[in-house]
T-cell receptor, first 115, second 111 residues
Framework: DARVTQTPRHKVTEMGQEVTMRCQPI?????VFWYRQTMMQGLELLAY????????DSGMPKDRFSAEMPDATLATLKIQPSEPRDSAVYFC?????????????FGPGTRLLVL | RKEVEQDPGPFNVPEGATVAFNCTYS??????FFWYRQDCRKEPKLLMS???SGNEDGRFTAQLNRASQYISLLIRDSKLSDSATYLC????????????FGQGTTLQVKP
């Protein structure tokens, strides 16, 4: 049963610290997404990749957030420096897009708390 | 105006009830539509796609009205296990994979 995996599952850190979240997409999926979910804003798309190339990162605060896909099995989302307002659940999702959109599968999320 | 709008609820219904959720989207160029389900402290999971002709999956029926830019989800014979948040999701262009999520509608089914 193929799944998207994310690490860490929980992270508590202090303001100003660097946070790195990792995601392993489902093998064979060509599109990877990073979302952030908060009570106030709901689920927001931060960035996404197709065949490892960044397609859209307009949802991401550029000054402190960065997203990369160093290889097909790893996507990373980094926050430096972190701020309390970054506290949220960060989801990674992967999907296969050929001619049309197919289902996106979400990982379990990383719950981030910045103190 | 948000791109996808839903009534957040909560909807509190007894077991066996029929409940309907509605969703509106702002971009008339939207291509594909979905309902996702999210359980408390879990990730969203696809419940069903929504087709122009309407579609049914067991107790769940989804409808799309492109003219009114309106999507609905009907749940018949509610079960306790249906308690969750239901997210209305829109894809602007079918081949980008970029989904826009509504805030979600919370359903609580009571015994």
């Amino acid at each position: 049963d193929a799944r998207v995996t994310q690490t860490p599952r929980h992270k508590v850190t202090e303001m100003g610290q660097e946070v790195t979240m990792r995601c392993q997409p489902i093998l064979g999926h060509n599109t990877v997404f990073w979302y952030r979910q908060t009570m106030m804003q709901g689920l927001e798309l931060l960035a996404y990749f197709r065949n490892r190339a960044p397609l859209d990162d307009s949802g991401m605060p550029k000054d402190r957030f960065s997203a990369e896909m160093p290889d097909a099995t790893l996507a990373t989302l980094k926050i430096q420096p972190s701020e309390p307002r970054d506290s949220a659940v960060y989801f990674c999702a992967s999907g296969l897009v050929r001619i049309v959109q197919e289902t996106q599968y979400f990982g379990p999320g990383t719950r981030l708390l910045v103190l | 105006r948000k791109e996808v709008e839903q009534d957040p609820g909560p909807f509190n219904v007894p077991e066996g009830a029929t409940v309907a959720f509605n969703c509106t989207y702002s971009n008339s160029a939207s291509q594909s539509f979905f309902w996702y389900r999210q359980d408390c402290r879990k990730e969203p999971k696809l419940l069903m796609s929504v087709y122009s002709s309407g579609n049914e999956d067991g107790r769940f029926t989804a409808q799309l009205n492109r003219a009114s830019q309106y999507i609905s989800l009907l749940i018949r014979d509610s079960k306790l296990s249906d308690s969750a948040t239901y997210l209305c999701v829109v894809n602007l262009t079918s081949n980008t994979g970029k989904l826009i999520f509504g805030q979600g509608t919370t359903l609580q089914v009571k015994p």
